[in-house]
């Protein structure tokens, strides 16, 4: 029997997802956590704290705004792609055989230099990382590459092989241009963020391979598939060889595989499970008949698809049928194990350790399924559990560091958990006295003093305050109270009035004269004490005269001279 062999290099398997992807909404939700429209809720692994984000291409805080890009970019043609999603066109090219264009189409407002397109180098093995080469601007470009149309067409003239899958192209729109110096390699990688919601901002080509024919053999031939004969690149370290176990290998069980490093791969002994048809002589329609598992005029036999409406089977009716190459297979739904013929026997999840229950939670197993329930003081829907808010225990009481009188000793206890929303009630303190604590000695202290006393005189007078020594008095052998009990002071610094008084009147003076009529006097000062601050000057006169002797008549008559003396008129 012969069979046709093609060299099916790396597909595309990457699901191209559609619509918005917010697989913690139910987690913000339960959190009253509200997400703008365009955003989802984040969670950031540093602080475990969740957050909205707006989707990329979106600027804003995630909650309250988001703002929409005034410009998209996408594919100019999608009848192009062989395969769409969400921003990505999927491409089907044969290595180096090809030219192919990328061209996209932009809406909105935009300037020729803020499209920018990039090659993305994905990441193969521990030690070579992913990576991104700028393409623009032209200078970036190799010589098998072209911008045209303002940039917004980029034409590869030849495919290679580092061009397809995983590796891709993008297209990219800007806000602000970036300078021309900027590194043209750089390492780059995508985050699940950016490859669950994929932003209107960027379009992706991706270019997947051909299956590549390589010739017909019979069963029990050698097979030799030499890659640069077909390929037409030199051998890379990127090139895996691999047997795919499933059911619709060409490969039998006692096909022997030689790898010949990257060059080539020999095998010997090739096996195919299901043979096509029977021929007992020429191939012909006269001489050969089709296999049960095929259908056909002998010569040419084609797959049987015994899965179709009306076609014997004998899976289970809970089983599904799965067409393959000559015959078909059956299949227990999820959650049940078996042949699908006989039986489909229900998975004990739990019992296996295969579910994906919180290590909180307990696994109860159902028919086909399972269902997971946080433990008691954990709340969650089972996969995710977080501890209930509960008090710790009270911590040890402070310490006492009086030996008499009164302090109070306090404890506390600390609300757990508190990434779980809840509250803990009852207070977080307590307080009571030290216990054992003596009455300390009380020491005297003054009252406060009293008002002062009224002045003794109207000047100046004096006056005085007291205090008692009775705020606390002294007890249980404390100290008396230091200081005065009494204050004296001066009423004002104004002195009373003096009224001025006279001194005693001196002596008169001598008569100046022995014969005859002569003038004496006599003083006296206002001293005794004399008028101060005010007071009064003496009343009256401070000097006096009189006369003396006799008239000169008389003096004849006297043998010496009078000494008699007769007031006379003042003069001050």
């Not at 999603?85 to 090809?98: D, H, P, R, S, Y």
Request: proline share 7%; net charge neutral; charged share 20%.
């Amino acid at each position: 029997m012969l069979g046709k062999w093609f060299i099916l290099l790396p597909l595309l398997t990457t699901q191209l997802r559609r619509g918005t992807q917010d697989p913690y909404k139910k987690e913000c939700r339960t959190r009253g956590i509200q997400c703008h429209p365009k955003a989802i809720c984040q969670l950031d692994e540093v602080t475990t704290d969740f957050y909205c984000q707006c989707l990329p291409g979106y600027e804003g805080d995630g909650t309250n705004y988001c703002q929409e890009p005034g410009v998209s970019i996408t594919a100019f043609n999608r009848s192009a792609c062989d395969g769409f999603g969400e921003q990505v066109c999927l491409i089907k090219v044969i290595t180096g055989a090809q030219t192919v264009t990328f061209r996209v189409s932009i809406a909105g407002n935009h300037q020729p230099h803020t499209i920018k397109w990039y090659k993305f180098y994905s990441a193969q093995g521990a030690k070579f990382h992913s990576y991104r080469r700028r393409l623009t601007p032209a200078n970036n470009l190799s010589p098998k590459m072209a911008l045209v149309n303002s940039s917004l067409a980029l034409t590869l003239f030849s495919i290679e092989e580092d061009d397809f899958y995983p590796n891709m192209f993008w297209a990219e729109i800007q806000a602000e241009a970036l300078p021309d110096k900027q590194a043209a390699i750089e390492a780059y990688d995508f985050t699940d963020f950016q490859m669950l919601n994929p932003s209107h901002l960027r379009y992706f080509f991706v270019l997947e391979r051909m299956p590549i024919e390589v010739g017909e053999f019979l069963e029990g031939d050698t097979v030799t598939i030499q890659l640069p004969q077909y390929l037409q690149v030199s051998p890379s370290s990127f090139i895996k060889w691999t047997k795919e176990p499933s059911p619709m290998t060409l490969f039998g069980t006692n096909a022997v595989v030689l790898a010949n490093g990257t060059e080539g791969i020999e095998i010997k002994g090739v096996k195919y499970d299901y043979i096509s048809k029977m021929c007992n002589g020429t191939r012909s329609e006269k001489n050969c008949h089709c296999n049960p598992g095929f259908e056909g005029n002998g010569v040419h036999c084609i797959d049987l698809d015994e899965c179709v409406e009306g076609m014997p089977m004998k899976c289970l009716p809970e089983a599904e049928c799965i067409n393959i190459h000559g015959s078909y297979i059956c299949r227990c739904p999820h959650g049940f194990e078996g042949d699908g013929l006989y039986s489909c026997v229900d998975i004990d999840e739990c019992a296996r350790g295969t579910h994906n229950c919180n290590r909180d939670a307990s696994c109860l197993n159902t028919v086909g399924s399972y269902f997971c329930v946080c433990q008691s003081g954990f709340i969650g829907n089972g996969i995710h559990c977080k501890a209930k808010s509960t008090w710790s225990p009270w911590s040890p009481w402070s310490v006492c560091t009086v030996t008499c009188g009164f302090q109070n000793q306090m404890r506390i206890r600390l609300c757990t958990h508190p990434e779980s929303g809840m509250r803990c009630e009852g207070p977080s303190t307590d307080l009571r006295r030290c216990p054992n604590l003596e009455p300390c000695p009380m020491n005297g202290q003054w009252s406060e003093w009293s008002p002062w006393s009224v002045c003794s005189e109207t000047c100046s007078g004096i006056k005085k305050r007291i205090r008692i020594c009775n705020s606390p008095a002294p007890s249980r052998g404390g100290l008396p109270c230091a200081g005065l009990k009494e204050e004296v002071t001066m009423c004002s610094n104004k002195k009373c009035p003096v009224d001025g008084m006279w001194s005693p009147w001196a002596s008169w003076t001598p008569c100046p004269i022995s014969c005859g009529l002569g003038v004496v006097s006599r003083s006296r000062r206002c001293n005794n004490p004399a008028p101060e601050h005010g007071g009064k000057n003496c009343t009256g006169h401070g000097y006096e005269e009189g006369s003396c002797g006799f008239p000169e008549n008389f003096c004849k008559y006297l043998k010496r001279p009078s000494e008699s003396i007769i007031p006379g008129k003042l003069i001050q």
